[in-house]
Nanobody
Framework: QVQLVESGGGLVQAGGSLRLSCAAS????????MGWFRQAPGKEREFVAG????????DYADSMKGRFTISRDNAKNTVYLQMNSLKPEDTAVYYC???????????????????????WGQGTQVTVSS
């Protein structure tokens, strides 16, 4: 049984930082991208960042580049999302996600659409106050 368990959410002031963790278990994720999506009230779930379990290649949504950093610890089967310079518009439920890599024109691509995700965590709330 695959489980993705998030932790680290909370309330922070604008400009502050948080680090989210996602502990993965139940299968081998070597052919997967592990990542984070988020969903704000009244909005669709959107891609935040992804990291290939094997190799460590990363991808970010444009609005997160330079502020968020995704990393992994293979020994602990854990993925992290370091979020700096947080803004009120970053307020959302953040979901850990795992999706199969897609091979397209010589490259492996991260899944960036919710429909491409195979496994989801339960979500953790991040609230950024102004």
């Amino acid at each position: 049984q695959v489980q993705l368990v998030e932790s680290g959410g909370g309330l922070v002031q604008a400009g502050g930082s948080l680090r989210l963790s996602c502990a993965a278990s139940g299968r081998t994720f070597s052919g997967y991208s592990m990542g984070w999506f988020r969903q704000a009230p009244g909005k669709e779930r959107e891609f935040v960042a992804g990291i290939m379990w094997r190799g460590g290649s990363t991808d970010y949504a444009d609005s997160m580049k330079g502020r968020f950093t995704i990393s992994r610890d293979n020994a602990k089967n854990t993925v992290y999302l370091q979020m700096n310079s947080l803004k009120p518009e970053d307020t959302a439920v953040y979901y850990c996600a795992a999706g199969s890599l897609r091979y397209y024109r010589g490259s492996y691509l991260h899944p960036t659409s919710p429909s491409e995700i195979d496994y989801w965590g339960q979500g953790t709330q991040v609230t950024v106050s102004s």
